[in-house]
């Protein structure tokens, strides 16, 4: 290989880059159609070219496509079941302002007969429907200790609208809220009845 001053051999560069011709180099990636699975000639020897793993071509494709419906989906669901969390937390917030706007609602003459600190029912019921209505959403009102009525129980009901869940058929979703209210007179704490 190597002359007698150190120098390369002529004789053993030209061997190599002979066989360097039996050689194919292929940029990476799945072969042409017309080099799959035949025998060619290049360089003087003959060179078998096979398509390696063929039957796993497009394998990859399925499995992100799987992974990514999935990952929508997981999206879709913390998106729109975040959304009703805070359509609730709305819902719960309009139910305790009818509450109070209902327990505004003053028995005036039983007040000033003597009986006592208790709402008008029909006012009341009359005050807390308005307002839900004026924001929007339906409800009831409930006095929970009747015949007692210092405590005023209000229920809102909405919906809300799904952002992703739409595509599966799933368009809305129902919220309820609630709300309580209680008189309270006193000047040092608050007492009830």
């Known amino acids: 290989m190597h002359g007698a001053a ?30 799959r699975g035949r025998q060619h000639t290049v360089g003087g020897g003959n060179v078998n070219v096979r398509c390696v793993n063929c039957r796993d071509r497009g394998s990859i494709s399925v499995m992100v496509a799987i992974t990514a419906v999935s990952l929508v989906a997981v999206v879709g669901l913390v998106l729109d079941f975040g959304g009703q969390l805070r359509a609730t937390e709305r819902a719960d917030a309009i139910a305790q302002e009818a509450a109070r706007v209902a327990g505004q609602q003053l ?11 208790q709402v008008d029912p029909a006012q009341a019921r009359s005050a807390a ?3 839900l209505a004026s924001q929007g959403v339906s409800g009831d009102v409930d006095f929970p200790k009747y015949p007692d009525l210092s405590e005023i129980s209000v229920t ?18 129902s919220v309820q809220g609630h709300g309580k209210a209680t008189l309270l007179h006193g000047i040092t704490e608050g007492k009830t009845g």
């Open 107 to 117: 028995d005036i003459d039983r007040l000033r007969s003597g009986g006592g600190y």
């Open 129 to 131: 429907r308005a307002y």
């Open 156 to 173: 809102a009901n909405s919906t809300y609208r799904t952002a992703l869940l739409g595509a599966v058929g799933i368009t809305s979703l």
């Open 6 to 35: 150190g120098r390369p051999d002529r004789a053993g560069r030209h061997a190599r880059q002979q066989d360097a011709h039996r050689y194919v180099h292929l940029r990476a990636g799945p072969l042409p159609g017309k080099l």
